[in-house]
């Protein structure tokens, strides 16, 4: 005799209770009787097949028949926007970058949108017009013939600072935060859009002077903060804004703010990508650290960015999204914050996921807390090696 759903269901809960995360999802039977943790992999519409990840790395298959309606809403309306199930395909990172083609981006694909947060190196004072000048020879891939600027046509870069819109365009070296300077997102744009066959959206919120154990300290971060605080805020996972009520500064305002300015943009999708309908969080990019040894929690930077790390993946509804940080060009592997940083990217529950980009060799024109001199070297070269982390990842590298 074929089972029931909620005996499939009830099946299904003795299998996997055990393997439930922390920063999963709460999934409820279709009678309301029973619930489960677990992060949504992949949701077919047609089918109406689940695929959830534990904790563990481990996932189970199932019917939506199995769910609350509550939940099959939530699948239906989200679920088809889980990044690795559009079939994107990514190519291979070549030796040296060509010059973009000005070809638009296949819209049939969802747009795949990367997250850039930090203070404010990746903000961005790279200075363009230097970098003007030696383009040709170090990033030829940035100029044409003559000269003038490569525009990249499958590429978008929008920046909020203090969620306030700052720039919304098409990638181009010659205004990359709108104000004449630029960060990482340049060589981090450019490497994306020429190994992904699909628009790319670098989505970059964030603004200078924050602590990721104060200004940025995520939702989920108990006692982890300057001293000892946890998160203090209250905002939705779904829509995190900063409250109009509340006075003064609180730990995690800066995530809230930040986190709810990128998550407005894409529910406005069309509205920063042209013509776009669909969309895949498929990574996030972290610089920061000048900050934390004054107002922040060196001690716990591991932790925090975990914490971070997980709540992103959660807020973005994106569990299958990619990491990459880097450390400050002016610290060697051993310096707490960088060693703290690889401990990170060396848990096993982020292996494959999250990476470390080391900065230092690659670094010029001074430390962080003087934004490099503006050298602009130093922020093609950290875009660069960022870039070609992620695509890493995304490759399974």
């Not at 529950?349 to 490099?372: L, M, Q, T």
Request: charged content about 25%.
């Amino acid at each position: 005799m074929k089972k029931k759903p909620f005996t499939l269901f009830r099946s299904f809960l003795l299998c996997t209770a055990l393997m439930a995360g922390a920063q999963a999802r709460t999934w409820t039977s279709a009678d309301g009787v029973r619930t489960f943790e677990g992060e949504l992999k992949s949701y077919n519409s047609r089918t109406g097949q689940v695929i959830v990840t534990f904790s563990n790395g481990r996932t189970k298959k199932f019917n939506q028949s199995v769910l609350s309606e509550e939940d099959i809403a939530f699948l239906k309306k989200n679920g088809n926007r889980s990044s690795g199930g559009s079939g994107v395909k990514i190519g291979e990172l070549p030796k040296e970058l060509p010059d973009p083609d000005g070809q638009e981006a296949d819209m049939s694909k969802p747009v795949q949108v990367y997250i850039l947060m930090g203070q404010s190196n990746m903000l961005g004072f790279g200075n363009a017009g230097q970098l003007k000048g030696i383009a040709a020879e170090k990033y030829p891939y940035l100029v044409d013939d003559g000269g003038e600027w490569n525009v990249r046509k499958d590429v978008r870069n929008t920046f909020f600072c203090m969620a306030k819109l700052k720039h919304n365009d098409w990638l181009t070296a010659g205004n990359g935060n709108g104000g004449g300077k630029f960060g990482p997102e340049i060589g981090i744009g450019n490497y994306l859009g020429q190994v992904l066959d699909a628009p790319v959206l670098i989505l970059k919120s964030c603004v200078g002077n924050r602590a990721l154990g104060w200004d940025l300290l995520p939702p989920s971060a108990v006692g982890t903060g300057n001293g000892g605080k946890s998160y203090q805020g209250d905002s939705e996972s779904s829509n995190r804004k900063v409250k109009e009520d509340r006075d003064g500064w609180y730990a995690g305002l800066q995530y809230d703010q930040d986190v709810g300015a990128a998550q407005n943009a894409l529910k406005n999708l069309s509205s920063y990508y042209p013509g776009a309908k669909e969309y895949e969080v498929a990574g996030f990019f972290w610089w920061q650290g000048a900050a934390e040894g004054a107002k922040g929690n060196v001690e716990d930077y591991d932790k925090n960015l975990a914490f971070l790390f997980n709540d992103l993946k959660k807020d973005f509804n994106a569990p299958n999204a990619k990491f990459v940080c880097a450390t400050l060009g002016e610290h060697d592997k051993s310096a707490t914050l960088s060693k703290k940083m690889f401990d990170f990217a060396g848990l096993p529950e982020f292996k494959d996921k999250a990476a470390v980009f080391y900065s230092k060799p690659v670094s010029k024109g001074g430390g962080a807390n003087g934004h490099y001199g503006g050298n602009p070297e130093t922020y093609m070269n950290v875009g660069e090696g960022m870039g070609k982390a992620m695509v890493e990842l995304l490759q399974g590298k």
